[in-house]
């Protein structure tokens, strides 16, 4: 008999403690102070197919930049065409990209390497050395990557089959406050060598508009299958602003 | 009429009680000649000034002297007809005032003197910003203010050490130019100002290094088929 109050109080007693448990893992969505740590995204708009050195200096700062922001960076490398040189990796779909890019930085001058850093806050054009572009993105970068992010991105399990993959990622929302017309972009990326087309995109897909995500909420972005003819190596994961333009958090995960 | 006439009789007998009016009909001194030697003098030069006044009143003439912006050294009183002032370190034109008095009224005159400053123009490029980065083939805006006391007489830009482009001195001190940095340029490039003063044809100059940063220019639209 006073045994089974003794497990009665026990288990009462843990139950109301567990109760009582606060949130404040920062790493938590319920938790309102929840915060992480960003990964900046540097999309490199290059041509590779030229004379020049100007496109291998900023891919080689790029190999810098990765090893120095070890996992706090995310690099997708798009090829595109010049009015001189046309690059066998270009895809219409990044000119586009690089158009809407272009037409909402302060400055509308086209032109390779061009790299945005998070989409068009900040932007690194042109190369005179591979030094003066590792100056001129750590000089960006070393604020972006201490600030407070508040999304989390958790990639799903891929599947791939021989000319397809599908691929999901949670999206998370920290903090206290909900943010309104969100996407979820997947970047599929090739290693074609290993000098300078580490990070090739090969394609890249949209979710649909995300309308809301409350404070604390997750939700689940499920992509179409995307088929392919070389299989890809990696994924970036990118949540933006419905528009493209603003770049909040990233992810890279290996296939 | 009557009324007419009695109202300028109590003008004038107004004129006469609150004005001193033995002056009204007395005349000034003349001022024959004035001489400033020499009229260019350079920093701690002597500059001898001279005016020759005749009274057409009886009784003696009196003399004020003064210089304007109020700087140098008067070597004598001045209050003489003829007067030394050791000219300043600041270049710039300098007026002499003399003022010549007799018991009623006076007479005043003035001429400049010139002084040339030795010292270098003060140049200073505003902007761009000594390291920044620019794009090649994209114009570059290169702003600048250059002051000398006696006037710039020309500011000249130079891409490192090529002379770009010159300007004639403004009055407003304030200098653009636009550079294009074309193929030839690429990495830490010197933009150099330099700015002549007039007379003394000292140069001061101020520069600065910038980036010019290689990219391959232009687009290919037609594989949208836009």
Same mark, same amino acid.
């Given at each position: 008999m006073y045994k089974s109050i003794f497990n009665i109080i026990i288990v009462a007693s843990l139950l109301s403690s567990c109760k009582d448990i606060?949130?404040? #893992?920062?790493?938590? %969505?319920?938790?309102?102070n929840s915060y992480q740590q960003p990964t900046v995204l540097l999309e490199a708009f290059v #041509?590779?197919?030229? %004379?020049?050195s100007y496109n291998l200096w900023a891919l080689q700062a790029l190999d810098s930049i990765a090893e120095i922001y070890d996992g706090r960076v995310v690099i997708a490398e798009y090829h595109r065409n010049t009015s001189q040189y046309t690059d066998p990796l270009a895809d219409p779909l990044f000119e586009l990209l690089y158009d809407k890019y272009v037409q909402n930085s302060a400055s509308s001058v086209k032109g390779v390497p061009d790299i945005f850093i998070n989409g068009t806050g900040n932007r690194v054009q042109g190369a005179s050395s591979v030094s003066s572009v590792i100056n001129r993105l750590n000089a960006v970068l070393a604020d972006l990557v201490i600030l407070e992010n508040h999304y989390t991105l958790q990639p799903g399990e891929a599947k791939i089959n021989a000319s397809e993959i599908s691929a999901s990622c949670k999206i998370a929302r920290l903090g206290n406050r909900s943010s309104e017309n969100l996407l979820l972009k997947m970047i599929l990326l090739q290693r074609?060598?290993?000098?300078?087309?580490?990070?090739?995109?090969r394609d890249l897909k949209k979710s649909t508009v995300i309308s809301r995500l409350e404070a604390g909420e997750i939700k689940t972005i499920n992509f179409d299958p995307v088929s392919f003819t070389e299989k890809p190596d990696e994924i970036i994961f990118s949540l933006t602003s419905s528009d493209e333009l603003i770049v909040y958090q990233s992810i890279q995960v290996a296939l | 009429m009557r009324k007419a006439t009695i109202t300028f009789l109590l003008i004038l007998a107004a004129i006469f009680l609150f004005c001193d009016a033995e002056k009204l009909f007395r005349k000034s001194p003349a001022i024959e000649e004035m001489t400033i030697q020499p009229k260019q003098v350079n920093p701690f030069d002597t500059v001898y000034a001279e005016v020759k006044a005749t009274n057409p009143e009886e009784g003696i003439l009196s003399y004020e002297w003064s210089i304007s912006p109020d700087q140098g050294i008067f070597l004598?009183?001045?209050?003489?007809?003829a007067v030394r002032w050791v000219a300043p370190t600041a270049g710039g034109d300098y007026t002499f005032k003399v003022k010549v008095s007799n018991s009623y009224k006076s007479t005043e005159r003035d001429e400049s003197v010139k002084v040339i400053e030795a010292g270098l123009p003060i140049v200073r490029?505003?902007?761009?910003?000594?390291g920044d980065y620019f794009i090649q083939l994209n114009e570059i805006t290169i702003q600048a203010e250059a002051f000398h006391n006696n006037g710039i007489n020309k500011v000249s830009l130079y891409i490192d050490d090529q002379l770009i482009s010159e300007k004639s001195g403004s009055s407003s001190n304030q200098y653009n130019f636009q550079f294009t940095p074309d193929t030839t340029y690429l990495g830490k490039t010197e933009i150099k100002l330099t700015a002549l003063a007039n007379f003394s044809l000292t140069e001061g100059a101020d520069s600065i290094s910038v980036f010019i940063e290689g990219i391959l220019p232009g687009k290919v639209n037609r594989i949208l088929n836009l």
């Open positions: 606060p949130r404040d #893992n920062l790493l938590d %969505p319920q938790n309102p #041509n590779t197919n030229n %004379p020049y074609i060598n290993n000098q300078e087309l580490k990070r090739v995109v | 004598d009183a001045i209050d003489n007809p490029i505003l902007s761009p910003d000594d």
